[in-house]
T-cell receptor, first 114, second 111 residues
Framework: DGGITQSPKYLFRKEGQNVTLSCEQN?????MYWYRQDPGQGLRLIYY???????QKGDIAEGYSVSREKKESFPLTVTSAQKNPTAFYLC?????????????FGPGTRLTVL | GQQVMQIPQYQHVQEGEDFTTYCNSS?????IQWYKQRPGGHPVFLIQ?????EVKKQKRLTFQFGEAKKNSSLHITATQTTDVGTYFC???????????FGSGTRLQVQP
């Protein structure tokens, strides 16, 4: 949907393991975002990037890390330091960060840590 | 920091009834966007409001941006079962580069 792919749709990991969620977009967008959604709650911003090799912490960055080596890709690593990693993770992109552009979301990855 | 609150958290209506969700920000916003997330899906952009007092319509949906640019509303006239989902507002204040999403209002429509 919207040219953004996230895989896998469902992911299971054991507690204490790091896990990397993929996000790829073919929209030629400069800005990309990672959000976390918990049941009955809104979207909370984890990290965002306005351009290759640049990214900024969002509101809940602790326990997460990202990289932006290519324009199309913005993978998110959920580290063992994240205290409550089980959640629905959404990746999004927009033309740029500074303009008031709409965000396009991927289908999401539902992570369950056992 | 910036906070964006939405009320109600949940609303259950009979098909054909109207529905309104309200969005309130603790700070003045430069713009506000609305998204819809169907059950099991991902948020999809509906509309953006930029000007103070702006009103926009999309068929049965009416969006308003407050005069002070700190609140917004989404009104659905004569709801249909296809309106089921969670509606989020998202705004950006002048001191922040990224959007802040509201907590969402989940709409359930009884046929």
């Amino acid at each position: 949907d919207g040219g953004i792919t996230q895989s896998p749709k469902y992911l299971f990991r054991k507690e204490g393991q790091n896990v990397t969620l993929s996000c790829e977009q073919n929209l030629n967008h400069d800005a990309m975002y990672w959000y976390r959604q918990d049941p009955g709650q809104g979207l909370r911003l984890i990290y965002y990037s306005q351009i290759v090799n640049d990214f900024q912490k969002g509101d809940i960055a602790e326990g997460y890390s990202v990289s932006r080596e290519k324009k199309e890709s913005f993978p998110l690593t959920v580290t063992s330091a994240q205290k409550n990693p089980t959640a629905f993770y959404l990746c999004a992109s927009s033309i740029s960060l500074d303009r008031t552009n709409e965000q396009f979301f991927g289908p999401g990855t539902r992570l369950t840590v056992l | 920091g910036q906070q964006v609150m939405q009320i109600p958290q949940y609303q259950h209506v009979q098909e054909g009834e109207d529905f309104t969700t309200y969005c309130n920000s603790s700070t003045t916003l430069s713009n506000i966007q609305w998204y819809k997330q169907r059950p099991g899906g991902h948020p999809v952009f509906l509309i953006q409001l930029v000007k103070s007092g702006e009103v926009k319509k999309q068929k049965r949906l009416t969006f308003q941006f407050g005069e002070a640019k700190k609140n917004s509303s989404l009104h659905i006239t004569a709801t249909q079962t296809t309106d089921v989902g969670t509606y989020f507002c998202a705004g950006r204040d002048t001191g922040r580069r990224a959007l802040t999403f509201g907590s969402g209002t989940r709409l359930q429509v009884q046929p």
